[in-house]
């Protein structure tokens, strides 16, 4: 008896930090960039910095996370692959494809109409305090470049108190550029957001196919 009471105790309070984390709002930062290197670092905090994380990883590096409760940090790192690893995979390629190759089934009319709905309810949702984009993109094929600007576009409005300044490349296949975004928000909104998006049945569909199709109707 005294063992089962215990553990609903351990599972209520398992429970209610799981709904703190859930419906506590948090501090949250993105900083990534893209150009020779990629880069990307992401810091997030509860309860007044009671717990939280810092993520950061660069392009060739191991990834670094660092998670604090009550104050406390613990390294969590993932290790690098061994010099041998690396030549087993360098000595069997996977089958050569251009980068931009099946990057046209993103942009399917359905697909774009879920997505830049789900961004404007996310974006609404993490009111961020500080949101900077600056860029240049393009694909192989110039008219897939020319979707994506029409659909930024469309996106323009929410984002006309911050800094954005984003170009679209035709003549090259290009993605190169740097995000920051700073705010706080509250992760259940996220949650749901996602979890709406991804079983639209018009997103799942182009995120989970394996063939390329034809994806402008």
């Given at each position: 008896?005294?063992?089962?009471?215990?553990?609903?105790?351990?599972?209520?309070?398992?429970?209610?930090f799981?709904?703190?984390?859930l419906?506590?709002?948090?501090?949250?930062?993105?900083?990534a960039?893209?150009?020779?290197?990629?880069?990307?670092?992401?810091?997030?905090?509860?309860?007044?910095?009671?717990?939280?994380?810092?993520?950061?990883?660069?392009?060739?590096?191991?990834?670094?996370?660092?998670?604090?409760?009550?104050?406390?940090?613990?390294?969590?790192?993932?290790?690098?692959?061994?010099?041998?690893?690396?030549?087993?995979?360098?000595?069997?390629?996977?089958?050569?494809?251009?980068?931009?190759?099946?990057?046209?089934?993103?942009?399917?009319?359905?697909?774009?109409?879920?997505?830049?709905?789900?961004?404007?309810?996310?974006?609404?949702?993490?009111?961020?305090?500080?949101?900077?984009l600056?860029?240049?993109?393009?694909?192989?094929?110039?008219?897939?470049?020319?979707?994506?600007?029409?659909?930024?576009?469309?996106?323009?409005?929410?984002?006309?108190?911050?800094?954005?300044?984003?170009?679209?490349?035709?003549?090259?296949?290009?993605l190169?550029?740097?995000?920051?975004?700073?705010?706080?928000?509250?992760?259940?909104?996220?949650?749901?957001?996602?979890?709406?998006?991804?079983?639209?049945?018009?997103?799942?569909?182009i995120?989970f196919?394996?063939?390329?199709?034809?994806?402008v109707?």
């Amino acid at each position: 008896m005294i063992i089962l009471f215990v553990l609903k105790v351990i599972c209520i309070l398992i429970l209610i930090f799981i709904l703190l984390i859930l419906f506590i709002p948090f501090r949250y930062s993105v900083i990534a960039r893209k150009h020779e290197d990629i880069f990307i670092k992401a810091s997030g905090s509860w309860l007044c910095g009671l717990l939280g994380f810092v993520f950061s990883k660069r392009y060739g590096r191991k990834s670094m996370l660092y998670v604090r409760l009550l104050n406390i940090r613990f390294g969590i790192n993932k290790r690098k692959k061994d010099k041998q690893s690396l030549k087993i995979e360098s000595d069997n390629p996977q089958k050569d494809k251009k980068p931009g190759k099946n990057n046209g089934r993103f942009l399917d009319k359905n697909f774009l109409k879920h997505m830049m709905k789900a961004v404007k309810e996310l974006f609404y949702h993490i009111k961020p305090q500080k949101f900077k984009l600056e860029g240049r993109y393009g694909f192989e094929d110039p008219f897939y470049t020319g979707v994506a600007l029409a659909s930024f576009n469309i996106m323009r409005p929410l984002f006309m108190k911050y800094d954005v300044n984003v170009n679209a490349v035709f003549e090259e296949e290009i993605l190169e550029g740097n995000f920051l975004i700073k705010g706080r928000l509250i992760l259940i909104a996220i949650v749901f957001i996602g979890l709406k998006t991804i079983f639209n049945k018009n997103v799942r569909k182009i995120l989970f196919s394996k063939e390329e199709k034809a994806y402008v109707n």
